[in-house]
């Protein structure tokens, strides 16, 4: 493989860029082919379609190959060694190419197509200077998806059988990337999972059309075939003990998210057609009999629909609402995001912004509910809003406050068949009830030593992902059930003992 000399010493100024490099900043920048909004609409299919091999050639080919520190690499959390992938896909060794993202990354291409990239590897990519990014995260997803759909998943070197359990508890992003490391390392792997399949926000949350079930599906059964086992429609701290957990194992690893969706407390918030957000996309995006009784079912569609919040998961909402009701009987239907502060405060990847706008959704800033009003039958038909306004940010604070006050005399009356609450997660306290020697920092958020190893209060117990940072994002999960699985290793090298 061709490996491109550092330039400019240790100096990264694109002054010192070389002829060869500067001459790739002229290659025009290639959107990989989606579906158009019209068509997309009628389907729960993803949005982006995938490179084809020679555009994924070109674009990858955009890269100028910065010298060390590679400012890509330093801004991806799992650290990956996106030139040198970037170059073999430019070499046309697709397989290779995945292979480097795979010696970092446990989910690359649930990444390479969710991540926020603008401000992860893409907003730390030199070429931004001259023209857009390189499409870092549709290059991950190319290579990782073609190695999956033509080769397969590789199998990895796997370490000698250890002799030790372990129990994951949780199998979103953090729980999988703990079970395959811990699985590679030779311990048996043990996964609980409340819901009645695995892969977390994968599959019970993120709707199909930025993510297909079928790659966390994949990903499961390949760490079946590393050994992990799956014992599904069982939750911790309801079903089985923490205590239970390590009688039977040597160790513990917990994954269980922040699943607890805010409760808005505003009256009115009990009323028929009030969702909270993930019951309303697992109904909204999978079939029945993928979901656990007192689910089931489509959740309600009108012609008038109202997601309140700013961020991914609101963005998620209304674009399953929008497809809800073009396949079932609403073409004609408004879907309207009520956001309390400004279009540039919202915590939304900017793709799906503009996807969301492509697909005819409507926004609305500076606005929050007041009460949801309901009819004689006790269903909801309309919000009252009011308009608010963020109190401008105190010089003093190195990080501003947002404060968004209520601008009084300004309520006003929306029409509302089904109202959608998008108003972020909290840890879930269960678990922690059960065990009160796993000390937590907020209700279900567990007190670790440290994210580089996610140890616990409790010895032999170790957490990572959503319930250590709070809501945040699949590959900060990633990265620290990586962690934690390293740091489950070492203490299992320090026991004498087995568990029974
Ligand atoms: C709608 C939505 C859209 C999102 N979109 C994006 C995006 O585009 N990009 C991005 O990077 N991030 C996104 N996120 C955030 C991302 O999904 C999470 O940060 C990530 O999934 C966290 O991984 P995790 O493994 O910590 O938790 P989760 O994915 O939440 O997995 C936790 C698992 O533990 C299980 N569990 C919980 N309690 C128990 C118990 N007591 N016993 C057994 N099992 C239990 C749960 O059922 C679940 O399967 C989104 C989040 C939401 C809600």
């Not at 793709?351 to 606005?367: I, L, M, P, R």
Request: proline share 7%; hydrophobic share 35%; net charge negative.
């Amino acid at each position: 493989m061709q490996v491109y000399p550092k330039i400019g010493g240790e100096d990264p100024s694109l002054l010192d860029l070389d002829p060869d490099r500067y001459e790739r900043t002229n290659i025009p920048a290639g959107a990989p082919p989606e579906q158009s909004p019209a068509a997309r609409l009628h389907n729960f299919e993803m949005v982006f379609t995938g490179y084809h091999d020679a555009q994924a050639v070109v674009e990858a080919t955009r890269c100028i190959h910065c010298p060390s520190p590679e400012p890509c690499i330093l801004g991806c959390p799992v650290h990956n060694d996106i030139p040198s992938a970037l170059l073999a896909i430019e070499q046309k060794d697709f397989e290779q190419a995945a292979n480097i993202f795979r010696a970092t990354h446990n989910l690359p291409e649930v990444c390479g197509r969710l991540c926020p990239q603008e401000v992860l590897c893409e907003g730390a990519c030199t070429v931004a200077g001259f023209d857009r990014a390189v499409n870092i995260g549709k290059l991950e997803n190319f290579c990782t998806n073609w190695q999956r759909t033509q080769k397969g998943f590789p199998m990895p070197e796997m370490a000698p059988r250890s002799g030790r359990r372990v129990a994951v508890v949780g199998s979103g992003p953090a729980g999988l990337a703990a079970a395959e490391e811990l699985a590679r390392d030779g311990h048996e792997v043990v996964v609980y999972e409340e819901w009645p399949q695995p892969g977390g926000l994968l599959v019970y949350g993120i709707p199909g059309f930025k993510l297909s079930k079928e790659i966390a599906d994949a990903k499961c059964a390949h760490l079946e075939e590393l050994g992990v086992k799956f014992i599904c429609n069982t939750k911790v701290g309801r079903d089985i003990q923490v205590d239970d957990l390590q009688k039977k194992f040597d160790a513990v690893f917990l994954g269980i998210g922040a699943p607890i969706g805010h409760s808005i407390g505003l009256p009115g918030d009990d009323l028929k057609g009030v969702y909270q957000a993930t019951e309303f996309l697992v109904r909204g995006n999978l079939p029945s009999d993928e979901l656990p009784e007192g689910m089931k079912g489509l959740p309600e569609v009108g012609a008038y629909i109202v997601v309140i919040g700013g961020g991914d998961t609101s963005a998620d909402c209304v674009r399953t609402a929008r497809r809800l009701q073009i396949q079932h009987g609403f073409p004609d239907g408004e879907v309207v995001d009520y956001y309390r502060g400004a279009e540039h405060e919202m915590r939304v990847r900017e793709e799906e912004y503009v996807h969301a706008q492509e697909e005819g959704v409507k926004y609305e800033f500076h606005a929050s509910p007041v009460r949801f009003i309901g009819d004689e039958k006790g269903h909801v038909r309309q919000v009252e809003m009011q308009k608010m306004r963020s109190k401008p940010a105190d010089k003093a604070q190195r990080v501003p406050i947002k404060i968004r006050i209520p601008i009084p005399g300004s309520n006003f009356i929306v029409p509302a068949d089904i109202v959608v609450l998008a108003i972020g997660y909290g840890g879930d306290p269960l678990i922690a009830s059960r065990t009160p020697e796993l000390k937590t920092v907020k209700p279900g958020i567990f007190q670790v030593e440290s994210e580089l190893n996610g140890a616990t209060t409790m010895p032999g117990v170790y957490a990572a992902g959503d319930d250590v940072r709070g809501a945040d994002l699949i590959v900060t999960a990633v990265a620290a059930g990586r962690h934690a699985a390293w740091g489950i290793e070492s203490y299992l090298g320090t026991l004498t003992t087995r568990a029974a």
